[in-house]
Nanobody, 114 residues
Framework: QVQLVESGGGLVQPGGSLRLSCAASGSAFRFKAMGWYRQAPGKQREWVAR???????AYADSVKGRFTISRVNAKNTVYLQMNSLRPEDTAVYYC????????WGQGTQVTVSS
């Protein structure tokens, strides 16, 4: 089973930036499409961004133009650069394969508030 460890969350003011990291175990990482997901209080988990094994990316409309997903296969790591953060981006952020598999890391909390 793949293990996923997210980090980089925190408290940031509206308009600020954060960079999330996700370290994944397993030798097949480079062949997997990966995604970032988030779950806000009282809401279902939603997809945010994905990156294919060859680097093609896609984003949810709510984050397009503000978030950037990237990966470094040599480090088994996927990143999410988040700029122009808004209060509605507040959530626990998770990474997983895309489409997601039924195992999740602990996530990392992002809070956007003044």
């Amino acid at each position: 089973q793949v293990q996923l460890v997210e980090s980089g969350g925190g408290l940031v003011q509206p308009g600020g930036s954060l960079r999330l990291s996700c370290a994944a175990s397993g030798s097949a990482f480079r062949f997997k499409a990966m995604g970032w997901y988030r779950q806000a209080p009282g809401k279902q988990r939603e997809w945010v961004a994905r990156i294919s094994s060859n680097g093609n990316t896609a984003y949810a409309d709510s984050v397009k133009g503000r978030f950037t997903i990237s990966r470094v296969n040599a480090k088994n790591t996927v990143y999410l650069q988040m700029n122009s953060l808004r209060p509605e981006d507040t959530a626990v952020y998770y990474c997983n394969e895309f489409p997601s598999r039924p195992y999740w890391g602990q996530g990392t909390q992002v809070t956007v508030s003044s």
